[in-house]
């Protein structure tokens, strides 16, 4: 059996998904299979249809580095421009073929006899592979609060990653319970739509001008005839978002500097209002996601908006009621609480060498060699794993590392072949990952990045320029080599 005969399965056709295939096919290997638990392509951004939903990472920076789109509409796109910038790409570079739509993953267990896993779906299909990739994402399972009552609200309730479009806000008095980067994008577009909107916060976001512009016509032109202008684009942007991890990591005075920015960008925003004092953070700058924005705090100055930031403590039939005992009657709450990140994998059951369950391996928390590898899990390997989410830059970069790190991985190998990370190189590694984390910035607070018993896993603790050098050659000393023929070498 040639290398580019293995069988190869990837779950998710987000981003991640879509990086490995295409990585994997331009290098020769077509017995590809991807699990799609939708009907179509694109991840979170198939997911997310609330109003506004948008990327607020420039498109130039946020985009395959091997697909350019010189026609993008605006500077910072909207959700369907970025899923239709997917479809497109799955579809020019012929991944859609290898797609089983309407499939989840729910289990795959590595077979130590022949050196394969098994793969089992909702439909009932098993499947068997070389390899197993896991594309799944952080922020693929939306998570709703832990509060008491909220099964007893009478009215009706979504979140905002599951946007019930059914449901005309017009006229209704609204509860938002979140502030986050997806809170920041949808309440500027229901605010003037609705009757009355309470916005809980529980914690409060740093905010910075968006830097967004609609490209005319003329840009467009200007694109076409000179695409070096986008490339350098991209590189401004990737410069800026690499700064910007390296105040948050490194330097105390940058991060001064940022704090700054974002106090002169509020302030300006928030003139003559008394708002400033109740949505300035109270936390080390980065250690939450630092969001963009020029028209989030314009529509928390509307006289329809309230920001409540006592505590809430139930949800009662009527309304969510908070710390103070007062009853905020609402007709519709909408959940913009984020997502279980830290349960990476969920809810597949993934089981490898000696049946070993992956969920109590990871019973202190996930990790993985680069983000990528597994002990004792050979031939799987993991697109955005833990420790690999950037506080401040475009994933899609990381992931481009990750998919080509990954088809170096299965490039010596034959049906039959497996590699897997030895354990004492991904423990070194945790190791010194933990060590970098441990008093760093996001340490500082709590956020999604950091599990419920305080262990960061899911930022990656340095800049992207720093994980790709890392991931740039794939070395084979750091793993076992299995053999079906010869046992292990
Ligand atoms: O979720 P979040 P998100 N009572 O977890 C609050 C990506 N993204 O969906 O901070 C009251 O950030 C919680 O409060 P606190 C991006 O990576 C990207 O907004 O925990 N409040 C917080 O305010 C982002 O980071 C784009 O105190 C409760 C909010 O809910 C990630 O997705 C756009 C609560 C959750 O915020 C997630 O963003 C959108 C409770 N019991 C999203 N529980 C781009 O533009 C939670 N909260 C690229």
Known sequence: MSAHRLAIAIIGTGFAGLAAAIELKKHGHDDIVLFERGSEVGGVWREN???????DVPSS??????????????????????????????????VLRHVRFDTEVISAEFDEVVNRWTIGTDAGDVVEVDVL???VGQLSRPALPDVEGRENFEHDAFHSAEWDHSIDLTGKRVAVIGTGASAIQ???????????????????????????????????????????????????WWMAAETLSIAFLYSKPLSRVVTALSRWHMKRQLRGSELLAKVWPDYAVGCKRILFSDNYLPSLRQPNVAVESDRIEEITAAGVRTVDGVVHEVDVIIYATGFAASDFLAPMKILGQGRRDLRAQWSNGARAYLGVSIPHFPNLFLMYGPNTNLGSGSMVCMLESQAEYIRRAVAGLRGGDAVVVRADVENRYDVETQARLVDGVWSKCTSWYRAADGRVANNWPGTSSEYRRRTKEFDASEFVHLSKEKGIS
Request: hydrophobic residues 40%; charged residues 20%.
């Open 61 to 94: 920076l946020y985009s395959f580095s091997f697909e350019p789109n010189l026609n993008w509409l605006r500077r910072s796109s909207e959700q369907p421009e970025i899923l239709a910038y997917l479809r497109r790409t799955a579809g020019k570079h012929d």
């Open 186 to 236: 949808f309440v500027p577009e229901i605010q003037p739509q609705v009757k009355q909107l309470i916005l809980f916060q529980r914690t409060a976001p740093y905010l910075l001008p968006r830097f967004d512009t609609v490209f005319s016509d003329a840009h467009h032109a200007l694109f076409q005839r000179l695409p070096i202008i986008q490339k350098a684009q991209r590189a401004v």
């Open 49 to 55: 249809t609330y109003p506004g939903a948008s990327c």
């Open 133 to 135: 990739v896991s594309a």
